[in-house]
């Protein structure tokens, strides 16, 4: 049963989030916003110009700008520490913002450590989706 919509941060419902950093990991991209970009790119004071080409790539298909992954086995986002925490929490994406709350993958319960204590399950074998 989808949790019902509500702003963030935690608690929603009955879900909280567990800190296991697999939304942040794994296939699938962070597509950012104009209003994403400035916010990140003075967060740490730099220029838009200089924040895209370090962290950034575009993305033709739709023409918008994603976050690049370390790189890692995992493809965990540039920003995601080791400890699971986001370095650019104070401006977080407007994605990563609306995970899991406002939207989801369908596939969920499969890495979202939260979700699945939520659903009374046992924590997943895998750390990524
Ligand atoms: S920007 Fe932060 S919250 Fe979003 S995927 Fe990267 S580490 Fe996770
Ligand atoms: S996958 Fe779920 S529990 Fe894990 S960090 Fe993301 S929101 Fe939190």
Not at 2 to 20: E, I, K, M, N, T
Not at 28 to 36: I, M, P, Y
Not at 87 to 99: D, I, L, M, N, W
Request: charged share 25%; hydrophobic share 30%; net charge neutral.
């Amino acid at each position: 049963m989808p949790a019902p919509l509500a702003d963030w941060p935690y608690p929603v419902g009955s879900f909280v989030c567990h800190q296991c950093g697999n939304c942040c990991r794994g296939d699938g991209f962070v597509e950012l916003t104009e209003a994403d970009i400035s916010a990140m790119a003075r967060s740490f004071g730099m220029k838009e110009p200089e924040f895209l080409e370090r962290y950034c790539q575009y993305h033709k298909p739709s023409r918008r700008w994603h976050l690049i992954d370390q790189g890692d086995e995992l493809q965990s986002c540039i920003f995601l520490t080791e400890d699971n925490r986001c370095r650019v929490h104070t401006a977080k994406p407007e994605q990563c913002e609306g995970f899991p709350t406002r939207w989801r993958s369908a596939n969920i319960a499969d890495y979202c450590e939260g979700w699945r204590a939520m659903e009374g399950k046992p924590p997943a074998k895998r750390k990524t989706i």
